[in-house]
């Protein structure tokens, strides 16, 4: 059974009871309550006619203190991710091609996954992603706003919300809590581990890339930050923690390519055409071992144990070839090599996880 849940993007305090919220329209500059003609039990389908009617005449949600709430949020389930890791570890790029998978290639649409930016978010998303200015150095200690997309599976609709932090934030207890206050509510927290960040692989392959400034420690340390953010006002049995995925990504694992024990069919492009959510998640799970075992042995253990620690769930991942940081500028004047697609990976354990595919993998 999914949960629905409704979290407003900016206060990002509790699941809102949208009993609470308000509607307003700032067509008719007016404001006041939803109408009593949809009950919260009522279908989607059902709820069109009067109730569809009104809405599409520009009626709003807000929520109870007036900001406004992703679009359709009292028809849709929500999810959101939080990304998090040190400066440069490949979290934006991630964002970006998980964007690019979804909206322009398609890539999961033989699985019955459909996903778009939503269109009220699109412009936002050029400005802040696809012009130079990405909001990778934040100027302000304001909390970051998320990236919202829509998903469609077997007609349930999703808002898909992910707040891509920046490595330079959590610098101390007081300003992680401000610019992560989406932690605590976050159905899936991914830590972002480049190869920097394993320190027992050799210094030649830890520095691939030329200025890899990850390392160990620091990353642990922001792993850490990220936790205590995440477990405020939580105890470790709550439900709400019990149902987070905690997920370890191993980015920019184009670098390992050639490394040794690097098993490199994770290089290997996830190929979700023509297949099944069942074949993808099992290729997933046979993957998770060799993964493990190289992680380990490069001296990720205590990083591992530390994304495991927030609640005994986990799962880990690998995503390679979502940029480039071999130095030489300009775009195309180095081929990628990877499996950017890879990069839903982490959509799909949550998707999993919460019982949304259930539907699709019949
Ligand atoms: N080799 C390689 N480089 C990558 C990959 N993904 C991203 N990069 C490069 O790594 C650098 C940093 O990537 P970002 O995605 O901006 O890093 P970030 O984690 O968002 O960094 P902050 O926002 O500063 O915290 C850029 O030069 C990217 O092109 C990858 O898969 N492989
Ligand atoms: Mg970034
Ligand atoms: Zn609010």
Request: a neutral charge.
């Amino acid at each position: 059974m999914v949960q629905r849940r409704l979290v407003c993007t900016v206060c990002l305090e509790a699941d809102l009871d949208i009993e609470k919220c308000k509607w307003s329209n700032p067509l008719k500059q007016d404001e006041g309550y939803a109408p009593p003609v949809k009950k919260r039990t009522q279908s989607h389908a059902a709820a069109s006619g009067a109730y569809g009617a009104w809405k599409s005449n520009g009626w709003v949600l807000h929520c109870p203190k007036g900001h406004l709430l992703p679009p359709e949020s009292d028809e849709r389930e929500m999810l959101i991710m939080g990304l998090f890791g040190e400066s440069a570890a490949g979290k934006t790029a991630f964002l970006k091609a998980m964007v690019r998978q979804l909206d322009i290639e398609g890539a999961l649409e033989d699985l019955g996954i459909f996903g778009r930016l939503a269109p009220a978010f699109k412009q936002t998303y050029k400005d802040e992603y696809l012009n130079n200015n990405e909001p990778t150095h934040p100027v302000y200690d304001a909390p970051r706003k998320p990236v919202i997309m829509e998903l469609t599976i077997e007609g349930r609709e999703i808002n898909l919300l992910i707040f891509d932090s920046s490595g330079e934030e959590g610098e101390t207890d007081s300003k992680a809590h401000e610019q992560w206050k989406f932690a605590p509510v976050a159905d899936a927290l991914l830590f972002f581990a480049p190869p920097a960040t394993l320190g027992d692989l050799p210094e030649s392959v830890r520095q691939r890339g030329g200025n890899a400034t990850q390392t160990p420690e620091g990353t642990r340390n922001k792993f850490q930050e990220v936790l205590t953010v995440a477990e405020s006002n939580d105890r470790s049995d709550s439900p709400r923690r019990k149902g987070v995925l905690p997920i370890f990504v191993l980015s920019k694992a184009d670098q390992l390519a050639h490394a040794t024990g690097f098993p490199e069919g994770l290089l290997s492009s996830r190929r979700h055409s023509g297949r099944t959510v069942r074949d993808i998640m099992g290729d997933i799970n046979r993957e998770t071992p060799q993964l493990l075992d190289f992680v380990r042995m490069g001296g990720g253990d205590s990083l591992l144990r530390k994304v495991l620690s927030f609640n005994g769930i986990g799962r880990c991942m690998t995503v390679s070839g979502t940029g480039t940081d071999d130095g030489s500028t300009g775009s195309g004047s180095s081929v990628r090599t990877g499996a950017s697609d890879r990069c839903l990976d982490a959509l799909l354990m949550v998707l999993w996880e919460r019982g949304f595919l259930r539907v699709v993998a019949r």
